[in-house]
């Protein structure tokens, strides 16, 4: 099939999930075409069945606010012709919903036809969405959609409730690229992060307020008292300079690394012992999961769908959001007691490989196809023939 994906192209979760997904359809002979307005960040492959597209939204001195989602449904509108796309998938309700409605119409106008599907992610719908600036082109949007799917059951959830939804939302869960996280642990870094065999825990996010990188800071902080341990700090975001007082405040600053963005960050967890993520929601935790694929197990809250993902005593442990005392007496229990840390490794790795990408992607074909007419896989198949002619002649 030819499929269009719209995402944010940052190292947030949609668009890390977005990108992956896009890699492996193209690796499984569709053509995919990314549209969005930087090379995502995850799209470091090159696949001759990959193609980008950057949106530009021009400037103009009367533009306070560049019009971004009319740039985007022009550019879709673009793509979906000269490329013959069979679908658009949208990834994050807001602006891609609506400006994918916006192409639709354009394109039924011209009389052709552009199904579109949009996957929810969590905070286009928990936290952005729902503000009343934004909700009644979200509701229109989600509603328009040719199918709707989330990320978890528990956003599905909060989707019906918070949204007058007319159609089925349904739930395909976030993967992982097992494999990826499948390398053996670099002993020189794990040397360079914890020189004496330091416990070494970690925590990824984009460091806004829900994620309540203060909670991580604080566990760290408990954990110290107990026993040598370093704590890596990954990404970036607005909490990001108040969390680096905060260590100072509380003593440990010198165990606390940021180390920012990371691309190579499967490099990170294959050396750490304990992931934390203390978010005061997380639909699904596309982070938890990664660290599980690494066999780390989680300590999280039990906010949002993350009891879908860190199962209590099987794959981590969960704890309610904001409870520091709790999570830290987890951290302390599981760090000093290497058989339960080995039967919690084994089970976070078991869980990854639930969610594994070989498990998930298919479902996302299978739903492609009810909207691929023969007449589209025909021209799939004969298009991979070419494809195939192609490289034997050169
Ligand atoms: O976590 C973030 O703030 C980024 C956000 C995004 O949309 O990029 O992540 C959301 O989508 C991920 C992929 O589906 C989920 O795994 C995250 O749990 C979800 N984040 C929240 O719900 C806060």
């Known amino acids: 099939m030819r499929i269009g994906i719209v995402c944010y192209p940052t190292f947030g979760g949609s668009g890390v999930l977005a990108t992956e997904l896009g890699k492996a359809l193209a690796d499984k002979g569709h053509s995919v075409h990314f549209i ?10 090159f696949n001759t069945n990959i193609y980008y597209h950057e949106v530009r939204v021009p400037t103009y001195p009367l533009f306070d606010y560049p019009p971004y989602e009319i740039a985007l449904a022009s550019t879709m509108v673009d793509v979906i012709k000269n490329h013959k796309l069979d679908l658009l998938h949208v990834h994050y309700a807001i602006p891609h919903a609506s400006a994918a409605y916006m192409a639709k119409q354009i394109i039924q106008k011209e009389g052709g036809k552009i199904p579109f599907i949009t996957t929810l992610h969590g905070t286009d719908i928990t936290l952005v969405g729902k503000d009343k600036t934004y909700e ?10 040719d199918a709707i799917t989330a990320v978890s059951q528990n956003l599905r959830e909060e989707t019906y409730k918070s949204f007058r939804i007319t159609k089925e939302i349904e739930v395909i869960y976030n993967f992982v690229d097992v494999k990826r996280f499948s390398k053996k642990p670099i002993d020189a870094f794990k040397k360079v992060i914890a020189p004496h065999g330091e416990k070494v825990l970690v925590h990824a996010s984009n460091f806004r307020k829900v994620k309540r990188v203060q909670d991580v800071i ?50 990170i967890l294959l050396v750490s012992d304990l992931f934390l993520l203390t978010s005061e929601y997380e639909s699904f935790g596309l982070a938890a999961l990664e660290a599980m694929a690494a066999r780390v197990p989680v300590i999280s809250t039990n906010a949002g769908g993350l009891p879908e993902v860190n199962i209590f005593g099987e794959t981590g442990f969960t704890a309610n959001v904001g409870d520091v005392e709790t999570m830290t007496q987890q951290a302390i229990e599981l760090l000093s007691n290497n058989e339960l840390l080995e039967k919690l490794k084994e089970g976070a790795y078991n869980q990854a490989v639930r969610y594994d990408i070989n498990n998930i992607v298919p479902l996302y074909e299978k739903l492609y196809s009810r909207f691929c007419t023969m007449d589209c896989a025909e021209k799939s198949l004969m298009e991979t023939k070419q494809q195939t002619t192609d490289v034997v002649i050169r």
Do not use: W
């Not at 969005?36 to 492959?45: D, G, M």
């Not at 009644?136 to 959609?145: A, L, Q, W």
């Not at 110290?224 to 600053?253: C, F």
């Open 36 to 45: 969005t307005y930087q090379q995502p960040v995850r799209l470091n492959v």
């Open 136 to 145: 009644p082109v979200v509701t229109f949007s989600i509603n328009e959609s």
């Open 218 to 267: 604080k566990v760290f902080a408990g954990v110290r008292k107990a026993m040598p341990a370093k704590l890596l700090m990954i990404g970036d975001g607005p909490e990001r300079s108040p969390m680096e007082v905060l260590a100072k405040e509380l003593g440990v600053q010198d165990d606390v690394r940021f180390v920012g963005k990371q691309e190579q960050i499967e490099e």
